[in-house]
T-cell receptor, first 113, second 108 residues
């Protein structure tokens, strides 16, 4: 089983719908991240969390919200999806060290029509 | 504005050729990482460089961190089809900023 699991892997939805992407990890890491990937733009950080009570905005948090339900679970919500939120979304974890390795899930492809 | 700019954005080469990918910034970093991402998967860490001027080798891959710790390069010797993928540099820290990515295709 994967150490970082994302669900769903693929989702097609319509403009205005609420969408939740879920992430769970078995690595025991405190730090969790949500990234968005678009062609030619690399990975851009949406939100990150250093523990259950610590949530921080990344560089592109507008239109998104997150919930850290437990150390192992970090979900990303789009309250009212719009077409330019069509992208590949990745959850990642890392340990406490600032230069530690990021471990990624396999990604969730979201299409907003 | 991207914190880290990678070049080239796309690269298509024949098996056996050498190539270099660049990661540049105007900012100074405590360390930089390189990741490789294959289709349908998340990025996987290749290396972390920490010291200015540092060179690390991973089989046919050579990574260098600039003396001023603002840039890095990845050199692949005798590329193979298995090297095909998206290469991403990342500035480490609390937020891990990623570069724009270089998509490499190695043609058999």
């Amino acid at each position: 089983d994967a150490d970082v699991t994302q669900t769903p892997r693929n989702r097609i939805t319509k403009t205005g719908k609420r969408i939740m992407l879920e992430c769970s990890q078995t690595k025991g890491h405190d730090r969790m991240y949500w990234y968005r990937q678009d062609p030619g733009l690399g990975l851009r950080l949406i939100y990150y969390s250093f523990d259950v009570k610590d949530i921080n905005k990344g560089e592109i948090s507008d239109g998104y919200s997150v919930s850290r339900q437990a150390q192992a679970k970090f979900s990303l919500s789009l309250e009212s999806a719009i077409p330019n939120q069509t992208a590949l979304y990745f959850c990642a974890t890392s340990d406490l060290r600032g230069d530690g390795e990021l471990f990624f899930g396999e990604g969730s492809r979201l299409t907003v029509l | 504005t991207q914190l880290l700019e990678q070049s080239p954005q796309f690269l298509s080469i024949q098996e056996g050729e050498n190539l270099t990918v660049y990661c540049n910034s105007s900012s100074v970093f405590s360390s930089l990482q390189w990741y490789r991402q294959e289709p349908g998967e998340g990025p996987v860490l290749l290396v972390t460089v920490v010291t200015g001027g540092e060179v690390k080798k991973l089989k046919r891959l050579t990574f260098q961190f600039g003396d001023a710790r603002k840039d890095s390069s990845l050199h692949i010797t005798a590329a193979q089809p298995g090297d095909t993928g998206l290469y991403l540099c990342a500035a480490t820290g609390n937020q891990f900023y990623f570069g724009t990515g270089t998509s490499l295709t190695v043609i058999p």
